[in-house]
């Protein structure tokens, strides 16, 4: 098999799997191990030295010939020189800033990050005396007035959790690389089918693969992926921790992996269609979705993004909160609960933090993930849910 192919549909087909198919599966099996035996001392010192590149057999703690191979399929897909797989994606996103976060430095964070990143700031990049400031996401190029000496990295996301506000991405990446500073972007909800954030300038990228990359609610793992420079310290600060992603996650985001863009190409058009649908109903106020013109940062996704994941806002005109518990408890084919990206719909009510401003929108906002049931059998269980809710006039 060809280690790198032309398009993204050839390369997930083709990549991460058996070198030589003749007489073999055609997928990699599950892989267990712990220790790696070498016939002489001299080998085992290549592999010790060289423990840090993806792609070296050292110990089942840095990886093995499955974990190594879903990496490179996954450099290929984000056009990124490197990636080390994490056991979630909120590993993922520590450990990359962990990566560059000393005491006594700045970290700048768009305010629309996802909770747990903004938790992470708050306890223990705090803990560790790391100055955390929060930027309007929608900041662009004015983000090179809030850079410092001692920033050590920019830190944001797109389109922003719960909001969907779509950031500047090449403004931010460039002129926090013009001062020498990384930029990570958590690009979790894109995915490389739709956006590829390092061919925009960022520097690092992180995502959880829980979501759309394993595609399935049954796999939790995480990626970084980045340039070349920032590779190494990326690695060991992951090994230093000790973080492993296990053989079964391996084995089901490799296969989850084989359909994410056919998977993507459909929650592109189911959502874009269930978010129109949603707007015209009388007790919606307003869709928070990337790929409509009322979304802050539009233009951005436009020039930036070739579609749209099946995940997004909506907010509905003022209700009590035992309304709002009425219409979510009446839904039977939306499940209440965390994460997305499977194959299955989703609701939950979320509440915007911000530090940096204030959210704009006034009314209730509810997150609903498309899955792949038939959109008349979801359009009917809202239709049904939806009295619960006040209209507009009311
Ligand atoms: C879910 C999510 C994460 C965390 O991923 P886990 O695999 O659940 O740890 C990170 N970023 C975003 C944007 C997410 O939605």
Known sequence: MPNTTANISDDLVQMGRPDRINGRNVNLPPELGSTIVFDTLAEFEAARDARYDSGTMYYGRYGNEATFK??????????????????SG???????????????????????????????????????????????????????????DTTCAVMFEAPGSGTFEVPDIPAIAKAARAAGVPSILDST??????????????????????????????????????????????RKTTMAIGDKTGSQEVFLALRGLRTLKMRMEYFDKAGRDMAQWFADQSQVKSVLHPAFENCPGHANWAR?????SGLFGVVFHESSDDQIRAFVDALHHFGIGVSWGGYESLVLPVTPARSAGTWAESGQLVRFNIG????????????AALPHLNTAAE
């Open 189 to 234: 909800w894109a995915t490389p089918v739709f956006c590829q954030p390092i061919t925009l300038g960022v520097d690092v990228v992180v995502a959880s693969m829980s979501k759309y990359l394993s595609g399935h609610s049954d796999c939790m793992m995480g990626m970084i992926a980045s340039t070349q420079q920032y590779a190494k310290d990326i």
């Open 304 to 308: 930036d993004f070739s579609g749209a």
């Open 70 to 87: 879903l990496e490179t399929m996954l450099g290929q897909l984000e056009k990124a020189d490197a990636v080390t797989l994490t056991s």
């Open 372 to 383: 792949l049931e038939d959109l008349n059998t979801l359009k009917a269980d809202l239709t």
């Open 90 to 148: 909120v590993a993922a996103i520590t450990m990359a800033l962990l990566t560059f976060a000393r005491p006594g430095m700045h970290l700048l964070v768009a305010d629309h990050v996802y909770g747990n990143t903004r938790g992470f700031c708050e306890t223990v990049l705090k803990r560790m005396g790391v100055d955390i400031e929060y930027f309007d996401p929608m900041i662009g190029g004015g983000i090179r007035d809030l850079l410092r």
